[in-house]
């Protein structure tokens, strides 16, 4: 079946630095979600990229769809402790199939 | 986020019981789903509604069972048979439109400890 894994598991960054996770799928997917959990809480829905290639911001954070569409990135420039949480990303081979949720990353921010 | 309630937020049960945990949405969304968060890991797919009165395993169904007899509605139960009950239980839903993927609102899940 289809595996999304997400590297690294946990990262620890002093505020001002900054962060990426990778999510690498073993499947081709027809599009990638992006998810932010805050501590105690549930996910929520970031953003969702579609296009090979495709590059997205969100005012410091920036998602990229790799070419093959097997592969995406979060990047988030000069971090700060409201971005504590853990990032999963999620994804799926086209149609109706269920959504598979890597395994995500947990971002600790150091004031 | 919004538009989906769980409840109760935290249910303590004995084990040998089992117990049923609520999931509701007024979002008008056709399908549900239900995953199992443990502690520091991502999360496992239970069961999921595309449609009312069906449904389908997910990659952890062992010990659960779902049923879904309203569009709104998609309670799950943990049966005595899973073995490891203890976890955070959230229910999500989507509109699910032709041909795409769409992207999944939360409730804010469930803390079940089994004592």
């Known amino acids: 079946g289809q595996q999304v894994m997400q590297i690294p598991q946990y990262q620890h960054v002093q505020e001002g630095e900054d962060f990426t996770t990778y999510c690498n799928s073993s499947t081709t997917l027809s599009n990638i979600q992006w998810y932010k959990q805050r501590p105690g809480g549930h996910p929520v829905f970031l953003i969702q990229?579609?296009?090979?290639?495709e590059v997205k911001k969100q005012k410091r954070l920036t998602f990229q769809f790799g070419e093959a569409k097997k592969n995406s990135s979060l990047h988030i420039t000069a971090t700060q402790t409201t971005d504590v949480g853990t990032y999963f990303c999620a994804g799926d081979s086209g149609g109706y199939q269920k959504v598979t949720f890597g395994t995500g990353t947990k971002l600790q921010v150091i004031p | 986020d919004g538009g989906i309630t769980q409840s109760p937020k935290y249910l303590f049960r004995k084990e040998g019981q089992n117990v049923t945990l609520s999931c509701e949405q007024n979002?008008?969304?056709?399908?549900m789903y239900w995953y199992r968060q443990d502690p520091g890991q991502g999360l496992r797919l239970i069961y999921y509604?595309?449609?009312?009165?069906?449904?389908q395993k997910g990659d952890i169904a062992e010990g659960y069972s779902v049923s879904r007899e309203k569009k709104e509605s998609f309670p799950l139960t943990v049966t005595s048979a899973q073995k490891n009950p203890t976890a955070f239980y959230l229910c999500?839903?989507?509109?699910?439109?032709?041909?795409?993927?769409?992207?999944?609102?939360f409730g804010p899940g469930t803390r079940l400890t089994v004592l």
């Open positions: 990229l579609v296009k090979s290639g």
């Open positions: 979002l008008n969304h056709d399908a």
């Open positions: 999500a839903s989507s509109i699910l439109p032709s041909g795409s993927t769409d992207t999944q609102y």
């Open positions: 509604s595309q449609i009312v009165n069906d449904f």
